[in-house]
């Protein structure tokens, strides 16, 4: 509450003195003043923690091989290097709420099975066919697909193709640790068996159809656990095709849970948007801060005052409350996460547009 209507007037040298007496003595019995706190505690907008930051794919991508010549994705459990966020080191986040890291299993590597209470997703980066495991169920992880670990699902990944697996990963992990709430634990086999047949909650949920008598196998999360690039893809081509482009959104279809119609993870929302080339976006701010993830194209994001070029791969941040705009030199298809979703929840989300 900055905007204080009353001006208290100045305070003398020895009323001060006497007022940090006081504050001193109650600091001892586990005490504050709250209007010394107040204007930290209830800002009059949001003051975003995190900055606009890039990595680029192709700076990343060699210490990721580095990183593979080092260890195996055994002995370290999962290779990943973190994408930290430059304005908060040490706190392994990407936004104020969302962790974020890049990881690579090499051909024939097995990183090994666990769960744990956060949710993760997978965004796919480079693959020559790669999987992850999820409670008892294989899915092929191809180049652009959103990949779903649901809350306490087992899950482990292996590389039997010929090539690296590269991915983005997302977790909750800063939202489950702030309410102290989070369980982890190893499985006793570095792969978990397999149950069903490859994709087969994605044939039972993913086409707009579900098992007669539905209940959902995840709970709060969706049921389908990857969601393929190439369906996505086509129905942004269609959508922008039907000329259907919001000045600020330009097409972008969220990932949905069809048990609900809501968002397809309790804690993080996630959407793909396309600009087709040329396409240049009006700006929008919103409180959940964005990881954005270039699916395909190239382009300039407007971030704050801040120009970002991007290109295939790239992943960058958009600090909450901030101005964002893109604009597409090519076909641009961006996968974007935010915690938006819990935000809705607890009734905090606000968007706002700017006025051209
Ligand atoms: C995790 O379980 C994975 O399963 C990736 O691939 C990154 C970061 C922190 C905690 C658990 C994975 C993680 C993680």
Redesign the pocket.
Known sequence: MDNHPHDAGAVSAEEQAKRQEFYDRIDAQSMAPLWERLKGLVPPEPRPSPRAHVWHFDQVRPYMMEAGALLTAEEA??R?L?LENPAMPGK?RATATL?A?I?LVLPGEV?PA???T?S?L?FVLESGGGF?AVAGEKTTMRTGDFVI?PSWAW???GNTSSDPIIWM?I?D?PVVNFFEGGF?EHHNDAAQSIGRPEDDSLNRYGNALLPIEAESPFGKSSPIFNYPFERTRASLVAVAAAGDLDPHWAATLKYSNPMDGGWAMPTIASWMTHLPAGMATQGIRSTDGIIVAVAEGRGVATIGDQKIPFGPRDIFVIPNWTQRSFQAESDCFLFCSSDRVAQEKLGLYREERATA
Request: aromatic share 4%; glycine share 4%; proline share 0%.
């Open positions: 459990e999962r990943v973190v392994s962790y890291g990881q990183a666990h769960r744990h956060a993760a997978r992850t670990t899950h482990d990944h990963d977790l992990l982890s």
